[in-house]
């Protein structure tokens, strides 16, 4: 639960807060059991509904309210009765993995994504982007304190779920083109000579300073071992794994397209998959891609724990150069880097069923 005595310093003021919550959220019960029975089939426990809904209150009756003024009772209780629960109860079911709830929320909201980000940025590649960039956005791919951080848990209830989402879209949209800002088309640099173009926010470095140099002598005494570290850490990889990166980093495939090599019935991933599936009761015949942001998730975490390793027990370095190592390996080592799908196949695959998996993904 938020601390509320980081903003009631005052002792009776928090006791009066606690005696106000209490009373105010007398209701969160049979709210929540109005939102299990209308999804009755996600995973959600009263307490972390009731925990999602105590933070909103806190956040704008406390955390945006006047020091030192406690909301009443009757204020709590209006403010859980003009949330949007139902909305609330899917995004906290998405945001915990809930492949049910991702289902539900597809269904309702998919289109609309879709709709919006075609309107923002029109038909195509930079639609598809959007859509990609946002639904990796819900499902989170950064871990803190052993709690992945889906953009869902933003969401209050504050609203409706399209309104907040049109915000999301909005944002994703903007930032693909301020991705591009500083990109330089080829035919800039064709007719601009020798000599780089001028363009607003592009970022120079000053090779002629010192620090600068020191700066490019440190990266490449790091860059070869990096480049051995993760090679070897990509090779540990079962061929599952291999090919999920492959298809998402190297094909350029979008979370949906790999989805849909899962399900194809000749795909060899889809064995794994189901062999991974086997203690299940029934074996599911749909992927979403939040199960294949998982799936990519747990890659990237076995990835960069056997690359600390290697750097660490194998090359001798300190915390301080792995720190350096890892920012290297963010760039495009292109065919430097063992991903490649001949060393996919040579594990498990043939060639055959690895190039229909591809064609069925692509198409």
Request: proline letters at 2%; aromatic letters at 10%; glycine letters at 8%.
């Amino acid at each position: 639960m938020t601390d509320y005595r980081a903003r009631l310093i005052d002792h009776s003021c928090a006791s009066q807060y606690l005696h106000n919550l209490t009373v105010g959220t007398a209701e969160l019960d049979a709210i929540y059991v109005r939102c299990a029975e209308a999804y009755p089939e996600f995973d959600l426990s009263r307490e972390e509904f009731k925990e999602a809904v105590i933070g909103a209150v806190y956040k704008y009756l406390v955390g945006f309210g006047m020091e030192g003024e406690i909301p009443t009772a009757q204020e709590i209780r209006r403010f859980i009765s003009e949330l949007q629960g139902i909305d609330l109860y899917l995004t906290l079911a998405c945001s915990r993995g809930d492949e049910q709830a991702w289902w539900h929320f597809d269904r309702q909201y998919r289109s609309f994504i879709e709709r919006l980000a075609h309107q923002l940025v029109g038909r195509g590649l930079d639609a598809n982007e959007v859509i990609d960039s946002v639904y990796v956005e819900l499902y989170g791919t950064k871990t803190v304190d052993g709690v992945r951080q889906s953009k869902f848990r933003t969401y209050t209830g504050r609203g409706t779920l399209r309104g907040w989402l049109r915000t999301v879209i909005s944002h994703a949209a903007v930032d693909l083109y301020r991705g591009r800002h500083d990109e330089i088309p080829l035919e800039d640099w064709s007719n601009s000579g020798d000599g780089m173009p001028a363009r607003q926010g592009w970022r120079t470095e000053a090779h002629g300073s010192e620090t600068s140099m020191l700066e490019k002598v440190a990266r490449e005494r790091y860059r070869s071992v990096t480049i051995a570290a993760l090679d070897q850490s990509l090779a540990t990889l079962d061929a599952h794994e291999t090919l999920l990166l492959l298809y998402y980093h190297v094909e350029g495939l979008k979370l949906r397209e790999i989805a849909r090599i899962v399900e194809a019935p000749s795909s060899s991933i889809r064995r794994w998959f189901q062999r991974r599936s086997k203690r299940q009761r029934t074996s599911p015949t749909r992927v979403h891609e939040s199960t294949v942001m998982r799936w990519l998730d747990n890659v990237y975490r076995k990835v960069s724990d056997r690359f600390r390793s290697e750097l660490k027990d194998k090359h001798g370095l300190n915390p301080a150069e792995i720190d350096i190592c890892l920012d290297i390996a963010t760039e495009d080592f292109g065919q430097g880097v063992g991903l490649n799908l001949e060393k996919a196949e040579s594990k498990s695959f043939s060639k055959g069923e690895a190039g229909s998996c591809q064609v069925e993904g692509a198409s």
